[in-house]
């Protein structure tokens, strides 16, 4: 059986599966000029559509939104992975109790989705997508933050209900290691990226070097 662990100090990861978390709406020549388009992933960047063309310009104040790069990029890992996850516990095997349950898989399945999503409504936030937010990392943070906490939640939930059925053996013992790892990557990586941003959200003023 493969590990499902995961390495999250690796803060950045390249190919398709971070590109799909772009939501692509490719510019033509019909688009209007401003138009919202690829996200190039990275935060610091305006995407617009400029005669029919994406272009990806620099914020304004660049200095002052580089430092939420390291939480964007921790969400840029967590997100595929957390899919990959949850594709991955609706593929164990069930049976009747004591055995893993369809009800528990399911659950868990649900809860993996919609950590899922509160991931990608972080990355939305963290990269510049919603307008009323602003460029600066501090208003970014503080505006992710909600969605962050929800995040740790549900990672705490499917922590729980993986722990719940590890104690009375309904999963085989290597099973058992790599939902036990996976989980504990879950919360550490949601934890790191909480930390991160009540930290930049303290940040009162940004100085030029």
């Known amino acids: 059986m493969p590990s499902w662990g995961l390495a999250l100090a690796i803060f950045i990861a390249a190919g398709a599966d971070l590109v ?6 490719p510019c033509t020549p019909a688009s209007v000029d401003g138009t919202v388009c690829d996200d190039d992933l990275d935060p610091c960047t305006d995407d617009r559509c400029d005669d029919g063309v994406c272009e ?7 200095e002052a939104c580089v430092p939420v790069l390291t939480p964007f990029q921790r969400v840029l890992v967590l997100a595929p992975f957390t899919a990959r996850f949850a594709t991955q516990v609706g593929a164990l095997p069930v049976g ?23 991931f990608d409504l972080v990355r939305h936030t963290l990269a510049g997508r919603d307008e009323a937010v602003g460029d600066t990392a501090q208003n970014r943070a503080t505006a992710a933050l909600s969605d962050t906490h929800e995040a740790l939640r549900l990672a705490a939930l499917v922590r729980a209900l993986v722990r719940a059925a590890i104690r009375v053996d309904q999963f085989p013992a290597a099973t ?26 303290k940040v009162s003023q940004v100085f030029r070097p």
């Not at 310009?57 to 660049?62: I, K």
């Not at 504990?184 to 959200?201: H, I, Q, S």
């Open 20 to 25: 799909s978390l772009a939501h692509a709406q």
């Open 56 to 62: 990806h310009r620099s914020v304004g104040f660049l």
């Open 96 to 118: 009747d109790p004591p055995a893993f349950t369809s009800g528990q898989r399911a659950a868990l399945v649900n809860d993996l989705t919609a950590l899922g999503a509160q």
């Open 176 to 201: 058992a290691r790599e939902l036990e790892r996976s989980t504990a990557d879950l919360g550490r990586g949601t934890r790191a990226v909480k930390r991160d941003l009540v930290r930049l959200r």
